[in-house]
């Protein structure tokens, strides 16, 4: 049987009602840009995820970048501090927004944001610290908040890939002005194509937000201020209002499998599993490989497909070489980029898949 990284399949068939009656109403409406599907689904994910306010936009770079403008930031030119180990999308939002990345380490066992090599790299360009929930796993909020507010820093959220998480039962608003979130297919909450949400507890943030997705325009012809065309689509807001109330269900789904990788890799030394706590959405299943390249085409050769999130630290991609750090200056997300591998892992993935990866994984070692 061959293994995919992700299949969108089923969670279309488990709500294929409701995001069709969403499509249906939609299609009666006619309004395809800012329409009453969006309106509806910014309440909903607002409540759901325990924020005040949801603004839908039109990726989860788009919302990084209008985070940091909504924090009056945009072309200041300051300094960011983001991991060496995300997306680089992450890195491309703060260059997006006129502002400049400057890379801090990873912690060695989560491979989060480690606060004191962070905090050692503030300098006085340094505007703000954001923290990336790689993998599914807040970043420690309680420390790097308190960080930021003792260095008069702002602190922002890119949750791309945390989707119904929270920090010991609080929502990630309640740490920052704004939090950032990817639709992007393969999210634990995806839709069909690009989108983005940006969360916050403030109306005033949430306003700013609105003016900055749609030209600087309030509902009229006026551009009140420089700003971007960046709204999610009425089309994708029929899927994700389908997908929303699943969230938790799928996420619950997500733990189980990741902790029958966890016992069915248990003992495959030198393969070990990226840590992680209970507050896990379980986005990946990421583990760190030896001799990694080998063993994801041995899985390959099986059927069985995986990812590298990510191969290169930022510091060390073309795009981001003028960012003031090189080669060993960030040696924790350097080595990790060696060996880190995604497994397969989905809501519906069947939990024998778990055993045949682990299989596989277990004889390529077993052969090396
Ligand atoms: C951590 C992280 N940041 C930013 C992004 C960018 O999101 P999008 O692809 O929706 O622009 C992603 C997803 O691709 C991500 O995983």
Redesign the pocket.
Known sequence: MNIPMVDLRPLLAATEPVWRANLEALFERMQFVLGEQVAAFERELAQSFGAGYAVAVG??????ELSLRAAGLGESGAEIIIPAL??P??AQ?VLAAGCKPRFADVLPDSLLLDPQDAESRIRKRTAALLA?H?YGQPANLAELSKLARRRGIALLQ?A??AHGAQLDGRPFTHFSRAV?S???PT?NLPCLG???AVLTDSRSVAQQLRLLRDGGRRSDQTSRIRALNTRLDEMQACYLRAFLPKLGEWNVRRARLAALYDQALAGCEPLRPVARTPDSVCHLYVVRAPRRDHLRRHLAQHGISTGVHYPVPLHLQPAFRDCGAKRGDLPIAERACRQILSLPLWPYMPEGAVEQVAARIREFYRRS
């Open positions: 990726s989860g770079t788009a919302a990084i995300t997306s999308f992450t939002a990336v790689l890119d791309c890939q950032a990817s639709f992007y999210k690009d989108g983005g």
